[in-house]
C-alpha cells in the first residue's frame, strides 16, 4: 500500500484528499467521506484512516476526502438539550476555515471527478469509480451522487452508505428502537432536538435542497446502492426509509443491519462488526456488475 496526498480547491475553499494505494489493485476506486455531524472529524480518525487501510488490502483503491468542515459558532448558539456535550474538533481541523452549505458538497463532487479522471493512480478503471462515507459523510456521499447525477460529466458507478443520515427529521421510531434508544446518553441517541441543531448548523434554511438531505427527492438515475445502518441507532429509520425510496425509484438497492453496534462502530475499527461491515462492502463490490 502507498499513501499520497493531493490538494484541490472547490466552492472558494482548500481541501485535500488521501489517496491509498493498493499492492495488488482490482481496479475498484471508492471516493470515502467520514462522519462527524458535518462539523468533527478528519482523515486521521477511524473511520477514515482505518476503513481506508482495510479496503485497500482488499484492492481497492480509496481516496479520502479531507472535506470543509461547517462552523462551530451556529451550534454553540441553538438551544440545545441538557446533556448534549459536543467533543471538540480535532486540532487540525480547528486550523482551518469552516464554511456552511453547500461548500463540502461541492467539494464531494469535485473530489469524485478528480478520482474519476485519475483512476489509473489508484490502480482503478474509471468505469468502476464509486462514492460512499459513514453518517453525515454518507449523506454527503448520495448528495454528490445526485448532484453528479444532474450533470453531464462523470457519474458514480455505485454508492456505499454507512449509518447514513438522509433526512431533515428522521422518521419516527418504533417501540423496539425506542426501547433499545432508552439507555443512551442523549449526544448518541440522536433526539430531534440535536438534529435540528446539526441542520441548521450545516445548512441554515436550505434543508429543503436535495443536495442538502436527499431522502423525499427525485432518486431516479442513481446507480446501484448499499446501505449498511446500526442496529441501535435512531438514524437507522433514515437508512432504512431512504432504501424503500430507492427502490420505489427503480434503484438497484441493498440495505442491511449490522446486528449488536451503534452509530459510528465504524469508529471503532477493534470491534468484531466494523471487520464484517468493511467485509460486506467488498463483498457486494465483488459483485458488481462493471
Known sequence: ????????????????????????????????????????????????????????????????????????????????PAGFEAPPPPVPASQRPRARFPVASLQTAAAFEWASANAAVLGGDRNRVGIGGASAGANLAASAAMRLRDRAGVRPGFVLLAYPVLHHTVPPVDDELTAMLAPLPPMLAFPPEVMRAVNHNYAGDALDDPYVYPAGHDLRGLPPVLIVNAETDRLRKSGEAFAAELALAGVDV????ERGTGHGYLDRTDDPAARRTINRFTAWLDVLPA
Open 254 to 257: 441493498t440495505v442491511l443491519r
Open 1 to 80: 500500500m502507498k499513501i499520497e496526498e493531493v490538494q484541490l480547491e472547490a466552492a472558494g475553499h482548500a481541501f485535500g484528499l488521501r489517496l491509498y494505494i493498493p499492492a495488488q489493485p482490482s481496479g475498484t476506486v471508492l471516493v470515502w467521506l467520514h462522519g462527524g455531524a458535518f462539523m468533527f472529524g478528519d482523515l486521521d480518525m477511524p473511520e477514515a484512516d482505518q476503513v481506508a487501510r482495510r479496503l485497500t488490502e482488499h484492492g481497492i483503491g480509496v481516496v479520502s476526502v479531507d472535506y470543509t468542515l461547517a462552523p462551530l459558532d451556529a451550534l454553540a448558539a441553538l438551544p440545545l
